[in-house]
């Protein structure tokens, strides 16, 4: 049997698997609907509204739509998807979703997760949706790009869904940079984030390190100092250019000099009990032990820790 020509989204596909979609007609999707702080997102955005904003709204049922496993983001809010959830029962879903369709039938989520959840908990049968033919690229930076557009990504989950979006589709920081509207020093800076180490990173999608603390921590040159530093921030509740500061101090070179030879376990047990007894980073450089603090209150503490101690 010959393969029926693809027709886009005016003529949508169907079969056993995937219901067809009850028409509501033309639609024009809002850009009122982003941030005005929003709206240079280069083309990805032009991608998520069509080239001239138009598209077919269809209602699918909401047990058809499917999560995409490439979904940018990763963690979801349940009190605000609650919160969406009630509003959905009250109002119904205004801003419709985006979704292609599946080789295995149903829809896939392009954009609109957070909104697909709340009407599965809010129990309505169908939700507005935008159906459009895009790869599996083009699905991933219109994911990325609502989002960005929504100011609801992490810091690291975009930037895991730039280094996505080059690895797998080989595009430079330019072209990357072009489709999602940033410029090449933003999104290389949000690149860099992947250097820290998984335990550093999870604190910092936790909220724990905010993305100017982090990028403090990079300036350290190895991981160990970096997650040291990293607990000496949340522990001392230290603000961004103390961290800088600290980082700068822990990542100097020292000018080689004549040491004495230690036993480096020996070593390593010294810093560790100074870093015990005075709360503050420390590190054995060139026959000294050197603690690092970040301004005059901070030294303050660090002078009443070492009283405490031959008091």
């Not at 910092?204 to 100092?225: C, F, I, Q, T």
């Not at 990293?230 to 980082?247: F, Y």
Request: with cysteine.
């Amino acid at each position: 049997m010959p393969r029926r020509p693809a027709t886009g989204c005016r003529s949508l596909p169907t079969t056993a698997r995937r219901p067809a979609p009850t028409r509501t007609g033309r639609w024009r999707w809002s850009l009122s609907a982003v941030p005005e702080k929003r709206r240079g997102l280069g083309r990805g955005l032009e991608l998520l509204v069509g080239g001239e904003g138009r598209s077919e709204l269809a209602h699918l049922p909401v047990e058809t739509i499917h999560a995409n496993p490439r979904q940018p983001r990763k963690r979801f809010d349940h009190e605000s998807t609650s919160a969406l959830a009630d509003s959905i029962r009250a109002q119904g879903l205004v801003q419709p979703v985006v979704v292609r369709p599946r080789e295995a039938g149903g829809w896939e989520l392009i954009a609109g997760e957070r909104r697909w959840r709340a009407a599965r908990e809010a129990g309505v049968p169908t939700v507005p949706a935008m159906v459009r033919e895009a790869d599996d690229r083009d699905s991933i930076l219109l994911g990325l790009v609502e989002n960005v557009a929504r100011e609801q990504l992490s810091a690291v989950e975009e930037a895991r869904a730039y280094a996505l979006l080059m690895d797998e589709f080989e595009l430079s920081l330019g072209e990357l940079g072009e489709r999602v509207g940033k410029s090449k020093p933003t999104v290389s800076n949000r690149l860099r984030l992947l250097e820290l180490t998984d335990d550093v990173l999870g604190l910092v999608e936790r909220g724990e390190l905010s993305e100017g603390h982090a990028r403090a921590v990079l300036a350290v040159p190895d991981n160990e100092g970096r997650r040291r530093l990293a607990r000496q921030i949340i522990r001392r509740g230290m603000s961004v250019r103390a961290a800088e500061r600290a980082a700068r101090w822990a990542g100097a070179k020292t000018k080689p000099r004549k040491v004495p030879k230690v036993d480096p376990a020996l070593a390593e047990r010294a810093r560790k009990a100074a870093e015990r007894a005075t709360g503050f980073t420390a590190r054995i450089v060139s026959g000294r032990l050197e603690i690092a603090f970040g301004d005059e209150t901070e030294l303050e503490e660090l002078i009443e820790a070492l009283e405490r101690l031959v008091a």
